[in-house]
């Protein structure tokens, strides 16, 4: 499985992008997935995922309410809908997938994206 994240950039302060993420060599159905966030010198860090179906969806309670994931099984993409960004939202974002339950635990995806980078200036 092959996974591509776009999307990332440069925004102020309470602005919004949106996340991209594409999966190739497997049937995205069969995939739960997650998008992860690492700041410098920070431990990698769970932000949203959601399950095979899309019928569940999790985040961390620090993104809840600003940040929707959703997904397009046709299309075999993700998206994070990212709004009412902060400054400590900085950071790498990565896409992740694995062929079971969705979890926050970054150890048991087996799949990741290469990064895509978002800042947000104060």
């Known amino acids: 499985v092959q996974l591509q994240a776009s999307g990332g950039g440069l925004v102020q302060a309470g602005g919004s992008l949106r996340l991209s993420c594409g999966a190739s060599?497997?049937?995205?159905?069969?995939?739960?997935m997650g998008w992860f966030r690492q700041a410098p010198g920070k431990e990698r860090e769970f932000v949203a995922g959601i399950s095979r179906s899309g019928s569940v969806t999790d985040y961390a309670e620090s993104v809840k309410g600003r940040f929707t994931v959703s997904r397009d099984n046709a299309k075999n993409t993700i998206y994070l809908q990212m709004n009412s960004l902060k400054p400590e939202d900085t950071a790498v974002y990565y896409c992740?997938?694995?062929?079971?339950?969705?979890?926050?635990?970054?150890?048991?995806?087996?799949?990741w994206g290469q990064g895509t980078q978002v800042t947000v200036s104060s």
């Open positions: 992740a997938a694995r062929p079971n339950l969705l979890t926050r635990a970054a150890q048991r995806y087996d799949y």
């Open positions: 060599g497997r049937t995205s159905t069969s995939l739960a």
